[in-house]
């Protein structure tokens, strides 16, 4: 991440780090697979799912900002202003506070790669079922997005069709539904208990600082009393029944 940062400083865009932070987890997910004592067929699994939604992921992210290489997104751009003339130095803190929550996030995947129960339980089933509908569940809704913004007639628009017609991030509900999904994979695993802590602070970040409030704030910003109407009328996270 240190070198990412040194990219980011050249290019003079921090989005770059959301690509490689997604990336991050694959190679934890490796090098777990490689070196943890754990059950074979149960790391393979655990290290497939990692794998499959951390490069689905980066990938979508890496298409997105590589588009605007040079143009760095509102939401940094915000966040240079407020920090004023010491912005870089405090990017560079932040890349590696990205790192360390790379590995916090993990914890999951630590417990269950260290598990050596050579029975793969149901509930660890359960748990790669509910990934399963989480990361499709999240491929729909940025592929839905996606699909809106190309309209060239959308532009300046709220995007309300599909997912969306029912919440305004069902892509971030999705992504805590997948770390919700790995905490119950690792639950039967000695200590998995302690994976609660992955989708909890997936939670609160989401909802408290650097996922729906910038993203809301933003819209708020570029759109104005479309996206008010469009607050009125929808979740604000889960994909649930529409409002009114």
């Known amino acids: 991440m240190f070198l990412v940062w040194l ?10 780090v959301d690509i490689f932070w997604s990336y991050n987890f694959p190679v934890i ?29 980066g990938t979508h992210l890496a298409i997105r900002i ?29 890349f590696q506070m990205q ?12 417990i269950s790669a260290m598990n050596t129960n050579p ?25 839905q997005l996606a699909n809106f913004k190309k309209n060239a007639a959308n532009k300046g628009k709220v995007c309300d069709t599909g997912l969306w017609n029912y919440s305004r991030h069902p892509n971030y509900f999705f992504e805590w539904l997948m770390w919700f999904s790995y905490f119950i994979f690792a639950l039967t695993s000695p200590y998995g208990y302690i994976a ?28 104005g009393d479309a996206y008010r109407a469009y607050q009125k009328s929808t979740s604000v996270f889960v994909p649930w029944f529409k409002k009114g």
């Open 7 to 16: 990219w980011s400083y050249k290019i003079k865009n921090a989005g770059v």
């Open 119 to 143: 029975v793969i339980s149901p509930l660890e089933y359960a748990g790669a079922i509910l990934w399963a509908i989480s990361v499709l569940g999240e491929a729909i809704a940025d592929q």
């Open 29 to 57: 997910a490796i090098i777990l697979f490689l070196f943890a004592p754990g059950f074979e067929p149960r790391k393979i699994l655990l290290c497939s799912m990692v794998v499959i939604a951390g490069l689905r992921l």
């Open 99 to 110: 790192a360390a929550s790379n590995v916090l996030l993990a914890i999951p995947f630590f």
């Open 66 to 94: 590589f588009k605007h290489l040079h143009e760095e997104e509102p939401r940094y751009k915000q966040i240079r202003e407020d920090w004023g003339k010491n912005a870089e130095p405090k990017m560079a803190g932040f």
């Open 196 to 223: 609660i802590i992955s989708p909890a602070i997936i939670l609160f970040l989401l909802l408290k600082v650097t996922g729906i409030p910038t993203t809301e704030q933003q819209s708020l910003k570029t759109k």
